[in-house]
């Protein structure tokens, strides 16, 4: 069994009663607007036109300050097991959850933004030591991207994707992962690829929700459905993309909001839940609203809002247009994610596909939004990868 060198040390998460305390009085001394101005009568989605509906805010506020429990997730975290390391001078955070069957393979998983390490707790036990004993076991590591959580907060610029990638080289390693697979959505998909084509000495293989395509690739020869993908993609970066925008080019300006206000961070994080789910009308028709809180929190907590949205100052739009992925590759496009690739045009960049799914269901946050489903996908995926490895 590889043992964890010296630069690793356990941690643990606790919140200061005070802490707790000045949350739920900021919450209490809540200034809100007045209610937005679409049509009372309007139902699902389009209630979303203008953004958080008020009613929908204040009932979840109310929870927040009244119900939710920080503790409990708090004890989750603590479960499952969290340390810390410092790479290239910042401290980074991550769960760690060894499996119990000898045949495991270490993989590293990464979340996005709005996401935190919160994406995954519910699918760490299951994926180190699933229930079937068919299906393949993982040693489970979930790092907090730099910036995020409980990870450090970069103090000048430098840390992109690229970097990012050859520092889970570098933590994998030090947990005695040589080589290990690699999973991620969001800003975890575009550093899954990375891994996969920098690094492929280490790198067995990828899973990824986010198989972002080279540049200039033309429609001729898509299928309606490909075709109508790369609409909904184009439409979503033209009309529906402001939140990247301004992080990419102004992330300090609406930094100071994210840091300042429980309800503007919650508004800002809980309209992408909403816009992002494979749901009609409110994230909670499959996102616990205890989860989606537990990630609110998380960003408050550590004071993360305007350091997890320098992200996209550092990497929006970065990813090597010549950069390709030779090792075995297995894609997941939920219908209701917000880019979804063609198969040829993600080919160009990954060049061993070994599966490709488009499920029925789910949306941007399958781990939450489908779980199950989530996890039975990411077995069956990776074991293709490990099988075409051989």
């Known amino acids: 069994m590889p043992r964890p060198t010296a630069d690793v040390r356990t941690c643990a998460t606790h919140a200061t009663d005070a802490d ?19 049509p009372r009568a309007a139902s699902g989605s389009r209630r979303w036109d203008q953004g958080v509906p008020l009613a929908d805010l ?15 997730f708090e004890d989750r975290l603590n479960g499952i097991g969290q340390f810390r390391t410092t790479i290239d001078g910042l401290g980074i955070h991550f769960l760690h959850r060894r499996s119990a069957r000898a ?18 707790i519910d699918v760490v036990d299951e994926l180190a030591d699933p ?11 979930v790092p907090s991207l730099p910036g995020f959580g409980y990870s450090d907060k970069p103090a000048a610029t430098g840390w992109g994707t690229e970097r990012i990638a ?20 969001d800003w975890g998909g575009n ?7 920098r690094f492929p000495a280490h790198v067995l293989g990828v899973h990824t929700l986010f198989a972002e395509a080279p540049p200039g690739l033309t429609t001729d020869g898509l299928t309606a459905v490909e075709r109508g993908w790369t609409e909904e993609t ?77 992200i996209y100052y550092e990497s929006h739009n970065s990813l090597d247009p010549e950069l390709r992925v030779d090792v075995p590759s297995a894609v997941t496009m939920y219908p209701r994610d917000i ?46 990868v490990l099988a075409a490895g051989r």
């Open 20 to 38: 707790l305390d000045e949350l739920r009085a900021r919450l209490a001394a809540a200034r809100l607007p007045e209610a937005e101005t679409v």
């Open 339 to 384: 880019e979804k690739t063609p198969r040829p045009w993600a080919q160009e960049r990954y060049r061993r596909i070994v599966r490709w799914r488009t499920p029925d269901t789910g949306g941007h946050f399958p781990s939450l939004e489908v779980p199950d489903d989530f996890v039975k996908d990411l077995q069956e995926g990776l074991a293709a």
């Open 191 to 197: 550093i899954t690829t990375v891994l996969g084509g």
């Open 166 to 185: 050859a520092a889970w080289v570098e933590l994998m390693g030090r947990l005695g992962y040589d080589e290990f697979l690699a999973h991620g959505g």
């Open 131 to 141: 229930g079937n004993a068919d299906a393949p076991a993982f040693h489970i590591v």
């Open 58 to 72: 204040t009932e979840v506020v109310h929870y927040w300050r009244t119900e939710y429990d920080w503790r409990s």
């Open 103 to 120: 045949d495991a393979t270490p993989l590293v998983m990464t979340h996005g933004w709005p996401g935190s390490v919160a994406e995954f």
């Open 234 to 310: 184009r439409d979503f970066w033209r009309h529906r993309a402001a939140y990247a925008k301004q992080q990419a080019t102004r992330p300090q300006t609406i930094g100071y909001s994210l840091v300042d206000s429980p309800v503007g961070l919650l508004a800002w994080i809980l309209d992408k839940f909403a816009e992002w789910s494979d749901t009609e009308d409110s994230p909670f028709e499959t996102i616990p609203m205890d989860r989606i809180l537990d990630d609110v929190t998380l960003y408050w907590l550590t004071r993360s809002g305007a350091s997890a949205a320098r």
